[in-house]
């Protein structure tokens, strides 16, 4: 055989052998990066709603100390022990004629764990405030004064929804 005549064979024989892979999809190279589940996503939800939960109680806490009563919007955010709690505390301030006026806030969640089956977490939260008690008129009585909390909160799922509510609060010391 001539030199010119296997020429031809040779780029054939290469043609046919790269491009006939037996499929019409191009190749691709798969990247070895981070994969989430629906799984993971459902637990990422559900840990979002859960915080979700405890910054809606605390906005609540915050109205019940000014107005030392219970809104009806309450029920979106809190229930079960912690709302009985929040009545008994706005109670007690109303009958002493007292009110408390937040000044400033800082709140940090420490951490947040879902149960396993999805059907509670539990948090813990720091918080430093400062708050000035008032009385009835909001005149000031007295100095402000600073309070360090750290408490565990209990929260539930509500049905089969996405949506947590702040069951129990515990202060720990």
Known sequence: MKRTGAFPLVVCAVVVAGCSSGSNNASSTTTSGPTTTAAQQDA????RSARAALDANHK????VLWHN?????????TRGPAIASLRSAAATRRSRGVRARLLSDRRRVVSLTLDPSYTSATAVVVDRQRVQPSGRNGKPLGRAVVLNERATYELRRIGSSRRFVVWRVVLSR
């Open 69 to 77: 009563r219970v809104p009806a919007w309450a029920a979106r955010s």
């Open 60 to 63: 609540l806490s915050v109205f």
């Open 44 to 47: 990422e939800a559900l840990a």
